[in-house]
């Protein structure tokens, strides 16, 4: 073996005992996996119950998502507490049901690149104005044709 390879191994070596050295490595961060607070079943975001039923608050549900553990982020003074879902949402899928949930109020759900997670916003071209209920089935009259004699 020539020296250059000796010198490798060595030097991996002396990496891999120094890595191992006990003290050495900085402790483990007080954070979401090792908190004695995560082990407590009202903090468990797995514990946390979504009211996706019709009739719930638009609120509630963003707020249950976020609780989950959804990282959404939307204005309080945006999102009243007269909206309501109008029917069970039928995505599975977060970004689906976001749109789902929030398109009938004249809102979307972006990705937030900055901070990651989703952002609720207003569409560019709302075609109701935020915060009012969308418009029920419109009533169109008949057209009746018919011949007057000479």
């Known amino acids: 073996m020539s020296r250059i390879g000796i010198a490798v191994t060595l030097i991996f070596f002396v990496g891999f005992a120094q890595a ?12 979401a996996s090792t908190d004695a607070d995560v082990r407590d079943k009202k903090l468990d ?11 719930a608050r638009v609120m509630d549900v963003l707020q249950s998502l976020t609780d989950k553990g959804f990282a959404i982020k939307w204005d309080k003074s945006q999102i009243g507490p007269s909206m309501k879902l109008l029917e069970k949402p039928k995505a599975t899928r977060i970004d689906s049901l976001l749109s789902e ?15 990651g997670g989703y952002r609720v916003r207003p569409l560019k071209n709302p075609k109701e104005k935020p915060g009012e209920p969308p418009p029920g ?3 169109v009259p008949a057209i009746v044709s018919f011949q007057i004699p000479h």
């Open 45 to 55: 975001p797995a514990a946390v119950e979504i009211p996706l039923y019709a009739g």
């Open 137 to 139: 089935p419109v009533a």
């Open 20 to 31: 191992q050295a006990p003290g050495m490595a900085p402790p483990l961060p007080i954070g």
């Open 101 to 115: 949930i929030l398109t009938p109020w004249g809102f979307r759900a972006d990705h937030n690149l900055r901070d």
